[in-house]
T-cell receptor, first 111, second 114 residues
């Protein structure tokens, strides 16, 4: 049973546009929410992460927005570039050792 | 120098065979994982070791047996391979147990069972 629901499954955006990926969770014990980026043929790599005591975290063109009451969080990619074309996974964990991943979103940035 | 390495990169084998995948990390981390990524790219944790001790064992068929000879290595042995085992297997490491640390993934082993 998937503990983190991610949407959309895929999206296409023009260069310079904004990509938005949404995730939702049910388990209120989750207290760490990372996003991983995976390029074709490679392993996932941590992109950015947030804890529920903040509502937003920005690193360069990537921003996580977190809504604790709605149990939702999202990744915004500003000024999307062709090099951002990849699969993005949201994830969540609690105080145990396990990351529960969303199903992934394939982002294609058209030049 | 690669932080988390896996061998082999590709593995094509027949149903019923036994195969092993090896993983090594040179980050000095205490914790290592095996994940399975299916054809729909869904990532699911299989096992985790902390300092050579098994700490996570998800609902995985007992045909899959992890082994950690030391904290830098975590191998995965699969007996009696089935068609459904075809997937990409990723090894990952983390500085210490506790999921609020970055996990560093290897490049993956693409297993195809014919």
């Amino acid at each position: 049973q998937q503990q983190v629901k991610q949407s959309p499954q895929s999206l296409i955006v023009q260069k310079g546009g904004i990509s938005i990926i949404n995730c939702a969770y049910e388990n209120t014990a989750f207290d760490y929410f990372p996003w991983y980026q995976q390029f074709p043929g490679k392993g996932p790599a941590l992109l950015i992460a947030i804890r529920p005591d903040v509502s937003e975290k920005k690193e360069g063109r990537f921003t996580i927005s977190f809504n604790k009451s709605a149990k939702q969080f999202s990744l915004h990619i500003m000024d999307s570039q062709p090099g951002d074309s990849a699969t993005y996974f949201c994830a969540a964990s609690m105080s145990d050792y396990k990351l529960s991943f969303g199903a992934g979103t394939t982002v294609t940035v058209r030049a | 120098d690669t932080a988390v390495s896996q061998t082999p990169k590709y593995l094509v084998t027949q149903m019923g065979n036994d195969k092993s995948i090896k993983c090594e990390q040179n980050l000095g981390h205490d914790t290592m994982y095996w994940y399975k990524q299916d054809s729909k790219k869904f990532l699911k944790i299989m096992f985790s070791y902390n300092n050579k001790e098994l700490i996570i064992n998800e609902t995985v068929p007992n045909r899959f047996s992890p082994k950690s000879p030391d904290k830098a290595h975590l191998n995965l042995h699969i007996n009696s391979l089935e068609l459904g085992d075809s997937a990409v297997y990723f090894c990952a490491s983390q500085s210490q147990a506790g999921a609020q640390e970055t996990q560093y993934f290897g490049p993956g082993t693409r297993l195809l069972v014919l």
